[in-house]
């Protein structure tokens, strides 16, 4: 009897891993285009990003950014050839001006054009009022793209409370697995002192963290 019952509790546990990886899995839908469309797509949509900026030169694929954007398109299109895992989200570290933001804005933008999946775009300094005036869960599940991730305040007061916004979103996206997206120009080292080991641990586990190098794009 006792034997019996641990195998109906095996097979239970093993029903619910089996779905809880489908779940997963579901949560991720693939672009189904070239990578040649993918570019003509992403050169229109990065010139947009700069055109918002009153930025009147057109988006530049080189040296620098070629490969990083070629290894994206395999990420969006679930292919294994990508460098990393498919299953995680995307941390874009570099310096000031390497084209973090317009490369992962411009991927995430046709990413829900071409798909199901609507990354939501939030800037770190505006993510904590938004938390405040949306409530929290809000965000919790949601695919998530934060700009500028580390630059925002560590804390906030909420009628007298100091609270810590975005280290508890990250907390709760980390619980649920959510899809999640970020720029920084910190280091990982520096967003580990800024937001504490903890943070930084689980960050390993739902990054890719990938690092831009070359100059700045501005000053061109």
Same mark, same amino acid.
């Given at each position: 009897?006792?034997?019996?019952?641990?195998?109906?509790?095996?097979?239970?546990?093993?029903?619910?891993?089996?779905?809880?990886? @489908?779940?997963?899995? #579901?949560?991720? /839908?693939?672009?189904?285009?070239?990578?040649?469309?993918?570019? %003509?797509? !992403? $050169?229109?949509?990065?010139? *947009?990003?700069?055109?918002?900026?009153?930025?009147?030169?057109? !988006?530049?694929?080189?040296? @620098? =950014?070629?490969?990083?954007?070629?290894?994206? $398109?395999?990420?969006?299109?679930?292919?294994?050839?990508?460098?990393?895992?498919? $299953?995680?989200? *995307?941390?874009?570290?570099?310096?000031?001006?390497?084209?973090?933001? *317009?490369?992962?804005?411009?991927?995430?933008?046709?990413?829900?054009?071409? /798909?199901?999946?609507?990354?939501?775009?939030?800037?770190?300094?505006?993510?904590?009022?938004?938390? #405040?005036?949306?409530?929290?869960?809000?965000?919790?599940?949601?695919?998530?793209? *934060? @700009?500028?991730?580390?630059? %925002?305040?560590?804390?906030?007061?909420? &009628?007298?409370? %100091?609270?810590?916004?975005?280290?508890?979103?990250? /907390?709760?996206?980390? @619980?649920?697995?959510?899809? /999640?997206?970020?720029?920084?120009?910190?280091?990982?080292?520096?967003?580990?002192? !800024?937001?504490?080991?903890?943070? =930084?641990?689980?960050?390993?586990?739902? &990054? #890719?963290?990938?690092?831009? %190098?070359?100059?700045?794009?501005?000053?061109?």
């Amino acid at each position: 009897m006792e034997k019996q019952s641990i195998i109906t509790v095996m097979r239970q546990l093993q029903a619910e891993k089996l779905k809880v990886e @489908d779940e997963m899995k #579901n949560r991720r /839908t693939a672009i189904t285009v070239s990578y040649e469309q993918f570019i %003509e797509l !992403f $050169y229109i949509q990065a010139n *947009i990003c700069l055109r918002k900026r009153n930025e009147m030169h057109d !988006f530049v694929i080189d040296k @620098d =950014n070629k490969d990083l954007i070629e290894d994206l $398109y395999f990420y969006f299109s679930l292919n294994q050839r990508f460098s990393g895992s498919l $299953y995680k989200g *995307i941390l874009l570290t570099g310096s000031y001006g390497v084209g973090k933001s *317009i490369i992962l804005m411009s991927c995430s933008k046709i990413c829900t054009c071409l /798909t199901n999946k609507n990354i939501t775009i939030v800037h770190s300094l505006n993510l904590a009022q938004f938390i #405040n005036e949306k409530d929290i869960g809000y965000y919790v599940q949601r695919p998530l793209l *934060i @700009d500028d991730l580390g630059k %925002e305040s560590i804390s906030m007061k909420v &009628f007298g409370t %100091e609270i810590r916004p975005i280290v508890e979103l990250l /907390t709760q996206r980390y @619980d649920n697995g959510a899809w /999640t997206f970020a720029t920084s120009n910190n280091s990982p080292k520096s967003l580990a002192d !800024f937001y504490g080991e903890t943070i =930084n641990e689980r960050m390993k586990t739902m &990054f #890719n963290i990938i690092e831009i %190098e070359g100059p700045s794009r501005r000053e061109q």
